[in-house]
Nanobody, 114 residues
Framework: QVQLVESGGGLVQPGGSLRLSCAAS????????MGWWRQAPGKQRELVAQ???????YYADSVKGRFTISRDNAKNTVYLEMNAMKPEDTAVYYC????????WGQGTQVTVSS
């Protein structure tokens, strides 16, 4: 059983920063890619950022230059540093890992509001 557990969500003012963490536990597979998706109310879930085992990264256009994804393979942890946050970043953020199957965390709420 693989578990992905997110932490670090919360309320932040526009222009502020948050750091999300996602730790994998259990029978951890070799994740080819790990990343973060988000889903805002009434919208489809979208890929925000991903990082492969070779540390190749992808960012959605809406977060380029503001968000940074990183990965600690030794700790089976992936991070998302979010800066210059905007109200439109408000969503539930889900950690994701891709191996022989896709694994998901339970989600963490991020709210950007003054």
């Amino acid at each position: 059983q693989v578990q992905l557990v997110e932490s670090g969500g919360g309320l932040v003012q526009p222009g502020g920063s948050l750091r999300l963490s996602c730790a994998a536990s259990g029978s951890i597979p070799s994740f080819y890619a790990m990343g973060w998706w988000r889903q805002a109310p009434g919208k489809q879930r979208e890929l925000v950022a991903q990082i492969t085992s070779s540390r190749s990264t992808y960012y959605a256009d809406s977060v380029k230059g503001r968000f940074t994804i990183s990965r600690d393979n030794a700790k089976n942890t992936v991070y998302l540093e979010m800066n210059a946050m905007k109200p439109e970043d408000t969503a539930v953020y889900y950690c994701w890992g891709s191996a022989s199957a896709a694994f998901w965390g339970q989600g963490t709420q991020v709210t950007v509001s003054s």
